[in-house]
């Protein structure tokens, strides 16, 4: 499976860095790249369950795409939402459930430093833009 543009971009960035620090660096400033959420799509309907940290997801029709946007209460969670989101942004529900999360943030220098609960964290705001697809695909398809 080809990555996303972004993906691709993603890498090439985080390739170049030489330590933790520069990643860390670049992590956090991915992550003040993302657009800001409103107040009102900050809600409980939202909120991922499943995260040490407050995380906010939300899908909505770009052109013929859903596009996903993220937010949380933590700056490095951002970053790392952001990475998550140029992974899986322009995917379809098939393509997003193929995939390989670790496979993706170890390409990326960044899996040793994911503990073990932002790791199932991560997992999580991804089996949640998995379903928030699928309903969103189905809702197309029976109109």
């Not at 992550?31 to 009102?40: H, V, W």
């Not at 170890?106 to 705001?125: D, K």
């Amino acid at each position: 499976m080809t990555l996303p543009h972004s993906a691709q971009i993603a890498l090439q960035a985080f390739s170049a860095c030489q330590g933790w620090e520069q990643r860390a660096r670049l992590l956090m400033q991915w992550g003040d790249q993302l657009t800001p959420l409103s107040e009102a799509e900050r809600c409980e309907a939202n909120r991922v369950s499943g995260c040490e940290s407050q995380v906010w997801l939300v899908v909505e029709l770009q052109g013929e795409h859903w596009q996903l946007r993220a937010s949380s209460d933590a700056r490095l969670l951002r970053g790392l939402l952001a990475l998550l989101l140029a992974r899986v942004n322009d995917l379809g529900a098939m393509d997003m459930a193929q995939v390989d999360l670790p496979g993706w943030f170890s390409q990326l220098g960044l899996a040793r430093h994911l503990s073990p609960s932002r790791s199932n964290g991560l997992q999580a705001v991804l089996t949640r833009m998995q379903a928030l697809l699928a309903v969103a695909d189905q809702g197309c398809s029976s109109h």
